[in-house]
């Protein structure tokens, strides 16, 4: 028998790996020059070095950050590239530069460049949430987190694995306690597409009808029913034929131009006419962010300073609009689905606190 009989011999530059021998305590020393013929070794299988990113996995996989267990397909270069270890700091601690033993455990100093490295770009430090990166897609937001793409999905509303995700947006990796609705009515769930303006249940007269009004309407019996028309200024409502052909909408531009896009899209989906930008509600909009910022007052569960929704950590652009949508994390839903899809609103105006992450949304 061959002296490299059951032995593999794991070549990257100048560093190896010997594999079977460490049963037998033998170390192969071997460098650029070593050549190994089919004839003398037993494996037949290829050996592959591994990539910086798999080595990268697999310490992001380890619950001990100070010190790496050596794996098949290791090298020495691999290794300090990837936790950014200084390569000297690694070839003090082997007997022979040349050469690993699987199973060795090597000892990584800078913990800290170590745990960046292993913290994927994105997640934040408590593991909680992830923030979209540019070129993510759900799967590979699973494969990074090591959260499932279906759990990904339940737990940010998105309805399925083919759901549109933009740079900025914030993702939850846990399932989080949605808080009740504001309203303490036992009214019957119903599909956003089955609710219609009825002057019945427009308590206040304002010419448009929360969900709140909705439901303590039903839980009385929807006494005196009668399906009539919103006010004169109204448009269509959300139950129009959605078969129908709308006309393209304007793109708008300038500030927060993005998510007023999303908005009016997704209004035209409905049968809805675009809204326009308020530069007075902006202000509003933007006096709120400051004063919530982080939170959600009182102020904004009385409405006291207008027609309000609020969002917290999901950006200032297209996945605000659908983080509303999808009541994503919302309290009191399906409030924020209906501030979108009211047919009574013809202008908005959203404000931004980025310190904060707190965009607020006023409409008439």
């Not at 490295?117 to 699973?142: E, F, R």
């Not at 605000?320 to 009541?327: G, R």
Request: charged share 15%; proline share 3%; no cysteine.
């Amino acid at each position: 028998m061959s002296k490299f009989e059951n032995t593999k011999l794991y070549k990257n530059g100048k560093f190896l790996v010997a594999a079977a021998a460490l049963a037998a305590g033998a170390f192969i020393p071997a460098n650029d020059q070593t050549q190994v013929s089919a004839d003398e070794t037993a494996p037949q299988s290829s050996w592959r070095a591994k990539s910086v990113d798999e080595v990268k996995q697999a310490v992001s996989q380890s619950a001990d950050l100070t010190n790496y267990t050596v794996q098949e397909g290791d090298t020495l270069s691999s290794i300090a590239e990837a936790t950014g270890i200084d390569l000297s700091v690694l070839e003090e601690q082997v007997s022979d530069a040349n050469v690993l033993s699987i199973g060795q455990t090597l000892k990584l100093s800078n913990t800290q460049a170590t745990s960046e490295a292993a913290q994927p770009t994105g997640l934040s430090a408590d593991n909680t949430t992830y923030t979209v990166q540019s070129g993510d897609t759900l799967s590979k937001i699973a494969e990074l987190t090591q959260v499932s793409t279906a759990n990904i999905v339940s737990y940010n509303g998105l309805g399925s694995e083919d759901a549109t995700i933009v740079v900025g947006q914030v993702l939850q990796l846990q399932p989080t306690q949605t808080a009740p609705a504001a309203s303490s009515a036992a009214a019957e769930p119903v599909a956003q597409e089955d609710i219609q303006y009825n002057a019945n249940a427009d308590t206040d007269g304002d010419g448009f009808m929360t969900m709140d009004e909705y439901n303590a309407w039903v839980a009385k019996g929807k006494p005196e029913a009668q399906s009539v028309a919103p006010a004169a200024t109204s448009v269509a409502t959300a139950t129009t034929n959605q078969n129908t052909a709308s006309a393209p909408v304007a793109q708008a531009t300038g500030s927060y131009s993005e998510a007023l896009n999303a908005m009016n899209a997704l209004r035209a989906q409905y049968g809805l006419s675009p809204v326009s930008y308020d530069a007075g509600l902006a202000s509003t909009a933007a006096m709120r962010a400051n004063m919530m910022a982080g939170s959600v007052d009182s102020a904004h569960f009385a409405q006291s300073y207008g027609y309000e929704v609020v969002a917290i950590q999901f950006g200032s652009g297209a996945g605000v609009i659908s983080a509303w949508y999808n009541e994503t994390n919302m309290m009191a839903a399906p409030g924020h689905r209906n501030w979108l899809l009211n047919a009574s609103i013809t202008s908005v105006g959203f404000g931004y606190n980025a310190a904060t992450g707190t965009f607020v949304g006023e409409a008439r």
